[in-house]
């Protein structure tokens, strides 16, 4: 992925957990990005990992103004899975600048169609197909995979609210900070106020 804003130029390279930031033009690491030239992916997620789970970054993000918005690779089962929110990162500072959890946190759209602790327990539901930005207007659009184990992990419910996950296409407002504005083929992050509506 390339950035690149007046003399600042630089590439973000996804390599497992971990995204870095080179240098277009020396090919070195910028320090003063994340933690000494990257971001780890295995963090800021919203919930510990548990035993055996993991995050990866092998599909490239994509980039829109100031922001790298990434998906992120986890297992599917059979055992557990780690989640797979979508998060924007700032280009310059690696800062978390927004996330989207595709499991609902209490108090966000949807959480009443998974069973109660689905946001502490299932993974899966991420982004493992890569993504395409409108820059004109603004949004990101992303697939998602079924929450894992498909068959352990989520319950009846959460398995129908995934079932439209998967088959749909998801689009974004790129620069959003997490509000969600869904139908039953696609679900748009919007700048508004925290609100979700259908």
């Not at 090919?27 to 510990?48: M, N, T």
């Amino acid at each position: 992925m390339h950035w690149k804003d007046g003399r600042e130029d630089r590439i973000f390279a996804p390599v497992r957990e971990h995204i870095f930031a080179i240098d277009r033009a020396t090919g070195k690491l910028i320090d003063s990005f994340g933690e000494g030239g990257a971001i780890d992916v295995e963090k800021e997620l919203d919930r510990p990992l548990g035993e055996g789970e993991s995050v990866a970054s092998t599909t490239p993000g994509v980039v829109f103004e100031d922001l790298l918005i990434v998906p992120t690779r986890n297992g599917e089962g059979p055992s557990k899975s780690s989640p797979g929110p979508i998060r924007a990162y700032d280009c310059r500072t690696g800062k978390r600048r927004w996330i989207f959890h595709t499991i609902p946190h209490p108090g966000e759209f949807g959480y009443e169609t998974w069973s109660p602790d689905s946001w502490k327990e299932a993974g899966g539901t991420n982004c493992w197909g890569g993504m395409s930005v409108d820059h004109e207007r603004g949004l990101v659009f992303f697939g998602l995979g079924s929450p894992a184990f498909d068959f352990g992990a989520a319950d009846a419910r959460a398995r129908i609210c995934s079932a439209t996950a998967w088959s749909a296409w998801t689009h974004a407002r790129a620069s959003a900070s997490g509000t969600i504005r869904p139908s039953t083929t696609t679900c748009g992050i919007t700048t508004s106020p925290a609100r979700r509506t259908w």
